[in-house]
């Protein structure tokens, strides 16, 4: 089994910062890429940031400038650095990761339990 587990959420004030972690353990052959989604009260799950295999990444358009995705593939950790934060960041922010559990299996889809981010004003 493969587990993902999320860390680092909390309460700052607008402006603040804070980072996230997320590391993944169990049987895993391979991870092809790493991402963060967030879901706002009554709102979809969005994509916040990915990175891929080989450390390429992708924003989106909202935290772009203000956020980092970053990975350590020895740890099987993906964090997220989010600066300049915004009382619309408030979310629950889950990750997600790619994994192959071994050469004969199919990739798998596998997401964190999420962890709670509050931005106050």
């Known amino acids: 089994q493969v587990q993902l587990v999320e860390s680092g959420g909390g309460l700052v004030q607008a402006g603040g910062s804070l980072r996230l972690s997320c590391a993944a353990s169990g049987s895993i052959f391979s991870i092809n890429a790493m991402g963060w989604y967030r879901q706002a009260p009554g709102k979809q799950r969005e994509l916040v940031a990915t990175i891929t295999s080989g450390a390429a990444t992708n924003y989106a358009d909202s935290v772009k400038g203000r956020f980092t995705i970053s990975k350590d593939n020895a740890k099987k950790t993906v964090y997220l650095q989010m600066n300049s934060l915004k009382p619309e960041d408030t979310a629950v922010y889950y990750c997600?990761?790619?994994?192959?559990?071994?050469?004969?299996?199919?990739?798998?889809?596998?997401w964190g339990r999420g962890t709670q981010v509050t931005v106050s004003s």
């Open positions: 997600n990761m790619m994994i192959i559990q071994s050469p004969l299996r199919a990739r798998g889809d596998y």
